[in-house]
């Protein structure tokens, strides 16, 4: 297992949450990781994105000032930190590894996925 995601759970709506994912040296080496989720029904979406080196983040407009992600390179890991939570941030996230070619939005561009980890916000 090279992408290891955890930490969701059961929220209220407005409340918090914070996801981790652990990354294998042979992911660590790539130039970014990334956040998607996907709700029942639709498809995966990209949530966010840092860059291994200078943490250069970039988010979805619809998580952007509520979500944080950010990354520990001694540890390996890459959190998601969830603030406001509402019924629509309901999805499995997923963790995911990609070269510096790519295009962040695309899911079909990561090289690398983790098995998700479930959030339900509750209303």
């Known amino acids: 297992v090279q992408l290891q995601a955890s930490g969701g759970g059961l929220v209220q709506a407005g409340g918090s949450l914070r996801l981790s994912c652990a990354a294998s040296e042979r992911t660590f080496s790539r130039y970014r990781m990334g956040w998607f989720r996907q709700a029942p029904g639709k498809e995966r979406e990209f949530v966010a994105t840092i860059t291994w080196t200078g943490g250069i983040t970039y988010y979805a407009d619809s998580v952007k000032g509520r979500f944080t992600i950010s990354r520990d390179t001694a540890k390996n890991t890459v959190d998601l930190q969830m603030n406001s939570l509402k019924s629509d941030d309901t999805a499995v996230y997923y963790c995911?590894?990609?070269?510096?070619?790519?295009?962040?939005?695309?899911?079909?561009?990561?090289?690398?996925w983790g098995q998700g980890t479930l959030v339900t916000v509750s209303s």
């Open positions: 995911a590894s990609g070269g510096i070619g790519t295009l962040v939005r695309r899911t079909s561009s990561w090289d690398y």
